[in-house]
């Protein structure tokens, strides 16, 4: 496990009592993410876990409450110019465009690049293993690779902060911990904060130093991911995971669309 | 994503401006001409003017039962036999009417069935004294059922298709026969539809207007809409033609609100979904029936069209091709379509990407005035018929100098609004489906404005752009609503020369325009189809 003491870059993510609501549960989050370390966002289905990363990346806005980064409010900014990068579960490629210009995205939105820009882009492709897949369409790639092209783009972004949404659900267990040490990896070297939703417990034990719990709209709990494995999280937490603790191999690996 | 200052709602604003500039000016001119002659538009409420009203119903009403009842058995028939020979190219076409230009089927309903058509001397003979023709009433049955029967056909057909496969499966274990089939399985779905259907059917009906222009053929047979016509070129009596007006959009009002009720697409769709696999077994005797039902219909669609293509290549065409009247007209017809399918799918897409913007800026609560107006913005256009905005921009105009001049204008503006809900049906769906892909990544990514459009919905959008164009082209291109009221020696499309050649007994001439006409609009059809349907693969 990585802690990114090599460049700590990262910058603390705060919602400072954020209330929202899609119409009808209301969910409210007051919750601080420590700088440079990696957060597992647990909960159940309907928790409001993927609806606490789209307030920070600035998809919602909060009816009230203010969301920090780096201690600055960032409500008022749109998504692009918040200092975040974010992985969705789907649909990070622009279908038609190559890998190359997907990742390029990342340094251009209009996809103006210097000499620069692409050698950093293939530094990133190199970096997350890729090599030689430049000109590939998405759809002539495996699901995993493709999540490798959302995280070279992360990577051309540079961004401090980095927000995961389930981005390997859909994987099978194996591949699943690749993308996760890869993960690491990349915060290792580069110490930005993460914040990483999942339903697997294991996966939150490998990669994560936090975990937040989330129930029913609001946080739970939150804490050490040590603390929480080892039995002292709270009994919602426990029935969450199951009596088998985090060890369990969960039998939903593929999750719904969030 | 609150973003106020979205350029795609700005464009969805200035689209929806443009329409109501159209629709509002030619109200203000039906109210000027109303208010300015107020005791000659009451006047205009007479015995005539009933008679028409009492028409106008009754022909739809007869043309729908016609088309719509036997749908219900052709759809059934097609639906019971998933594959077989020609099935493809029979619902192909079905499809042909929804752009055949009206005029050119006018024509080969005359060719077939009229006074000197292919079918004259039989039906004589059958009839016992000499066979005068399908004018007046009989005339716009046979026309109304030629464009409506397929249409309703294809509609209920795609209603059956949404019959879950496990039913089919499920009654085939259990047994079920042909008439419990339809009785349990078939008819809840097709009963379903069939409100929507029939409305949509009547609605195109009361606001037939070339039909009723070319196969009326007298005072006897006119509906509102050529009476606002006839007030207008030949009469020149602008209080009847406000009244007019006013009864038909009132009429239509009526129809498009009862349709809305009934939850009505009102919309007819260019292609159809590949069938299901099905678990039916058909017997013998049921076969037989419906292969009789769908040759009977097939005959009745396909014999107007064959008869079109005869008699055109019967025309001289070689002269034809020849005349500088003719290529004028061409040319002049080519420019206005162009320009009306580039403006009908530029609004359509202003539209398309405003509503989005919208619905996306929007989270919990009620939509708001304008994001409603984006989505049914161009079902005004459906309440208000070509003829009627064409009349109130002619009463307008008249007094600011020559009417006529304006005509170009008018023909585009007019077809374009006319051909976007067909635009709207192919745009907005491939749109809220990409965009619903790359939304949250655009605006990750800080993607926007022309970037936007030039990386990300351009090579998503080309195709289903490219099938509204050539679908609006065609739409266009066949018209003859406002160009009949706007059309002079100057300005001449190829259906206003049709239409003049028809009146002067020319019918050899009208018989090469119409071929000419037609396979033109199928082209563009087919095109629009085949861009529709060879959709990107996605990831």
Redesign the interface.
């Known amino acids: 496990m990585s802690d990114g003491a090599i460049a700590r870059k990262g910058v603390p993510v705060q919602l400072d009592k954020v209330s929202f ?3 009808e549960a209301p969910l409210s989050f007051d919750v601080a993410f420590a700088a440079a370390e990696i957060t597992a966002i647990m909960g159940p289905s309907g928790s409001g876990k993927s609806t606490l990363l789209n307030l920070v ?5 909060p009816l009230s409450g203010r969301v920090l980064i780096g201690g600055a409010d960032v409500g008022a900014s ?4 918040r200092p ?3 992985v ?1 579960q789907e ?7 190559s890998v190359e210009q997907n990742v390029g ?2 340094r251009s ?3 103006r690049l210097t000499e620069a820009d692409h050698a950093d882009i293939a530094e990133a492709l190199a970096r997350t293993g890729l090599a030689g897949k430049q000109k590939r369409l ?2 002539e790639l495996s699901g995993g690779e ?1 999540q490798r092209v959302a995280l070279a783009r992360v990577l051309v ?1 540079d961004r401090p902060v980095l927000l995961l949404d389930e981005p390997f659900a859909s994987l099978g267990p194996a591949l699943r911990n690749d993308m996760l040490d890869l993960v690491a990896d990349l915060h290792a070297e580069r110490g930005m904060t993460v914040l990483f939703v999942t339903h697997q417990p294991q996966d939150a034990r490998r990669i994560g130093q936090n975990v937040v719990f989330l129930d029913n709209g609001a946080v739970a709990a939150a804490g050490a991911a040590d603390d929480f494995f080892a039995g002292a999280g709270p009994e919602a937490f426990r029935r969450y995971i199951g009596a088998s603790g985090g060890d369990a191999v969960s039998r939903d690996i593929a999750r719904k669309p969030t | 994503m609150q973003r106020a200052s979205d350029p795609r709602i700005t464009a969805g604003v200035v689209a929806l401006a443009g329409i109501a500039l159209l629709i509002g000016g030619a109200f203000a001119g039906l109210l000027l001409e109303g208010a300015h002659d107020l005791s000659g538009a009451w006047a205009a409420f007479d015995p005539y003017l009933l008679r028409v009203v009492r028409f106008t119903l009754w022909q739809a009403t007869l043309s729908t039962l016609l088309s719509v009842i036997p749908a219900l058995f052709v759809a059934r028939a097609l639906s019971r036999h998933p594959r077989f020979f020609a099935r493809a190219f029979i619902l192909q076409l079905f499809a042909v009417p929804l752009a055949l230009p009206a005029i050119v089927a006018a024509l080969g309903i005359l060719a077939l069935y009229g006074r000197a058509g292919y079918f004259a001397g039989m039906l004589g003979a059958v009839g016992g004294q000499g066979w005068r023709g399908i004018y007046g009433l009989s005339g716009i049955l046979v026309a109304h059922v030629f464009f409506n029967l397929p249409l309703a056909t294809r509609l209920f057909l795609e209603a059956l298709q949404t019959i879950p496969s496990d039913q089919w499966r499920l009654a085939s274990q259990l047994g079920m026969g042909a008439r419990p089939a339809f009785r349990l399985i078939e008819w809840p779905t097709l009963r379903a539809a069939l409100p929507g259907v029939a409305g949509l059917v009547f609605m195109l009906c009361i606001t037939s207007f070339t039909i009723v222009l070319t196969l009326g053929g007298g005072p006897a047979a006119t509906t509102l809409e050529v009476g606002i016509y006839q007030a207008l070129r030949f009469d020149f009596d602008p209080a009847g033609a406000v009244a007019l007006t006013l009864l038909q959009i009132g009429l239509t009002f009526i129809v498009v609100l009862a349709l809305t009720r009934l939850g009505a697409n009102v919309v007819g769709d260019a292609n159809l979904p590949v069938a299901p696999r099905r678990y039916v077994s058909v017997n013998g005797t049921e076969t037989l029936l419906n292969a009789l039902l769908i040759v009977l219909a097939l005959l009745f669609v396909a014999g107007p069209m064959a008869a079109t293509v005869m008699a055109g290549l019967g025309a001289d065409l070689g002269r034809l091709a020849g005349e500088a009247t003719v290529r004028q007209a061409t040319e002049t017809s080519a420019v206005l379509a162009f320009l009306s399918a580039l403006l009908s799918v530029m609004l359509s897409l202003a539209l398309t990407m405003a509503r989005r913007a919208l619905a996306l800026n929007r989270r919990a609560g009620p939509r708001t005035l304008l994001e409603h107006a984006t989505d049914t913005g161009a079902g005004f256009v459906l309440v208000v018929p070509p003829i009627v905005i064409g009349a109130g921009w002619f009463l307008l105009l008249r007094h600011a100098g020559d009417v006529f001049a304006i005509a170009p204008l008018m023909v585009v503006a007019v077809n374009a609004v006319m051909a976007m809900p067909f635009a709207l049906r192919a745009i907005r769906p491939a749109y809220d489906a990409a965009s619903e892909r790359h939304e949250r990544l655009c605006a990750q990514l800080g993607i926007s404005g022309l970037a936007r459009l030039r990386l990300v919905d351009w090579p998503s959008l080309r195709r289903p752009l490219a099938t509204a164009f050539a679908f609006a082209m065609a739409l266009s291109l066949g018209d003859l609503g406002v160009i009949a009221l706007f059309g002079s020696d100057s300005v001449q499309t190829l259906p206003y020369l049709l239409l003049a050649r028809m009146g002067s007994y020319r019918t050899q001439d009208a018989a090469g325009l119409a071929l000419l006409l037609g396979l033109v609009c199928l082209a563009l059809v087919l095109a629009a189809d085949w861009l529709g349907r060879e959709k990107g693969r996605d990831v």
């Open positions: 609501t899609y119409g990346a600035g998809f919602e806005t749109p998504p692009a110019s975040v990068s974010m969705f649909n990070n490629l622009f279908a038609h465009l995205l990342g939105p209009s996809l998405p759809r493709r972004r």
